[in-house]
């Protein structure tokens, strides 16, 4: 045991033997995600490098403290990369806070969630022990699957100290595709379609550009891998695109890269609140949920499953009867910079059976209940 875990081994041990709660911070890029931050600060960014790293079986282990993008790097000189795109907000993201958070990026619905790629965890629980769950193979999952049911928990489980990824090649060929005009139910509707025809299709992205004058409803289609795949598929796109009585046309790849990554960390003129009282709410839905009617500019991503809208804290209840009418949730994912506003639950409370499980697991991982207090319930 290096000396940066052994420091955190006993700033543990202590803890729990006092009952001081402890808030785990990586760097700080998710501060706003979840609900209060408790507790004495526990840094671990000492916790930080590449253990081992083979590409020619697509693994990758790190410590929990490393870099987002030392992590990505050290991919991209292989070819390889993160299917799920990880969101890296301000830059400076670790791959534990990757894990702990559980959020992924554009391509989500095509290539996957950040559980679907973790194969293996150690984690430091709330008895100080060291604990390793999986392994670097997915056939070493056997039983209930602990190193996935970290991811999300948002730390309330225990210290991640490494953490074993499966990692993919990157793609040979991109095109991005853009249509202006096209409304958001007919978006919706093709890109049903689209989802049941052996289409790359990667990623999709569709919001109102109040850049363009007028302001107009757009769609952009990211498409994603081999090139005699994604040659084909364009034309076609394009065709079925322009058939809904909008302009489309292919981006070049320089232009589109950027602005994936900007809706990818969030950094897109969507994402900047209009006014401090506003909040940012994500509804979660089945990709086959029609438009939702809502007084509120919205951001589509996930070919229909996730979407993105600013409105102020009083619409928690029509926003969560709205997503749960189709079959989804909504959740406060920023609170609105306004200092004055009031409080409120960031997720939809738990049925009473949930509740048990998730007391239940956090009295087996953390007895004395000193990490990440109150992060995700106020209660847990």
């Not at 709660?21 to 990586?26: D, E, F, S, T, V």
């Amino acid at each position: 045991m290096d000396s940066s875990l052994a420091q955190i081994t006993e700033r543990v041990r202590a803890a729990a033997a006092d009952g001081t709660p402890l808030r785990l911070r990586g760097c700080g890029s998710k501060d706003f995600y979840g609900e209060s931050l408790q507790g004495e600060r526990l840094e671990l960014g000492g916790l930080r490098g590449i253990i081992s790293y083979e590409p020619t079986e697509l693994v990758v282990t790190v410590r929990a403290g490393t870099p987002l993008a030392e992590l990505e790097a050290a991919l991209l000189e292989k070819g390889q990369c993160l299917a799920f795109e990880p969101p890296r907000f301000v830059g400076t993201a670790t791959c534990g806070g990757m894990v702990a958070a559980g959020l992924s990026g554009p391509a989500r619905a095509s290539a996957g969630a950040v559980r679907d790629y973790v194969l293996g965890v150690t984690l430091l629980n709330g008895r100080a022990e060291l604990l390793t769950f999986g392994g670097q193979v997915i056939k070493n999952v056997a039983g209930y699957d602990v190193s996935r049911l970290i991811v999300g928990a948002l730390g309330t489980l225990g210290v991640l100290t490494e953490i074993s990824l499966k990692v993919l090649p990157a793609a040979v060929a991109e095109a991005t595709l853009m249509a202006s005009g096209v409304a958001q139910q007919p978006a919706l509707d093709l890109l049903n379609r689209w989802g049941g025809l052996p289409l790359p299709l990667n990623a999709s992205c569709w919001v109102r550009d109040d850049s363009l004058s007028p302001a107009r409803d757009c769609l952009f289609i990211r498409l994603r891998g081999a090139v005699a795949a994604v040659e084909a598929a364009c034309p076609r796109m394009l065709a079925d695109l322009r058939a809904l009585g909008g302009e489309a046309s292919r981006m070049d790849n320089a232009q589109a890269g950027p602005d994936w990554d900007a809706c990818r960390d969030q950094s897109l003129p969507f994402f900047h609140a209009a006014a401090p009282d506003l909040a940012l709410w994500r509804l979660s839905l089945p990709q086959t949920a029609p438009a939702l009617v809502l007084p509120y500019a919205q951001l589509i991503e996930w070919h229909g499953a996730q979407r993105w809208l600013w409105a102020p804290l009083s619409a928690q209840a029509p926003l969560r009867q709205a997503a749960a009418v189709v079959g989804g949730t909504a959740m406060l994912f920023r609170a609105p910079q306004d200092a004055r506003v009031p409080a409120i639950a960031r997720w939809s409370p738990l049925s009473a059976p949930l509740a048990q499980i998730h007391r239940r697991l956090k009295a087996e991982f953390d007895p004395a209940g000193i990490f990440n207090r109150g992060r995700m319930y106020p209660d847990l």
